[in-house]
């Protein structure tokens, strides 16, 4: 189970730390990614992931300014929002699969969170 939090309502220009806390079986699990699903999408958009090794890629919107990390021993995985814009607005998903090399396609994934509200305004 992957449970998100730190959603919110922030000021252009500031910050947020999401976490998503993974529970159970949490030893199947290799690579994990952010996705968000902003408003008038249907679609979830990769926006940072992490392969098994450590490897992180982004979206050209949230590259540098968006980082993704992870803390094993707690079993949770975080993204840290700078610069924050309007069209960050969204809902915010982490996601998990036993797969070993992270995608932007959130068809890749088996596991994912109920998604926490970000609104930047």
């Known amino acids: 189970q992957l449970v998100e939090s730190g959603g919110g309502l922030v000021q252009p220009g500031g910050s947020l730390n999401l976490s998503c806390a993974a529970t159970?079986?949490?030893?199947?699990?290799?690579?994990m990614g952010w996705f968000r699903r902003t408003p008038g999408k249907a679609a979830r958009e990769g926006i940072a992931?992490?392969?098994?090794?450590?490897?992180?890629r982004y979206a050209e919107s949230v590259k540098g300014r968006f980082t993704i990390s992870q803390d094993n021993a707690k079993n949770t995985l975080y993204l840290q929002m700078n610069s924050l814009k309007p069209e960050d607005t969204g809902v915010y998903y982490c996601?998990?699969?036993?797969?070993?090399?992270?995608?932007?396609?959130?068809?890749?994934?088996?596991?994912w969170g109920q998604g926490t509200q970000v609104t930047v305004s």
């Open positions: 159970g079986k949490t030893n199947v699990l290799n690579c």
């Open positions: 996601a998990a699969d036993e797969t070993t090399i992270a995608t932007m396609w959130p068809g890749g994934y088996n596991y």
């Open positions: 992931v992490m392969d098994s090794d450590g490897t992180t």
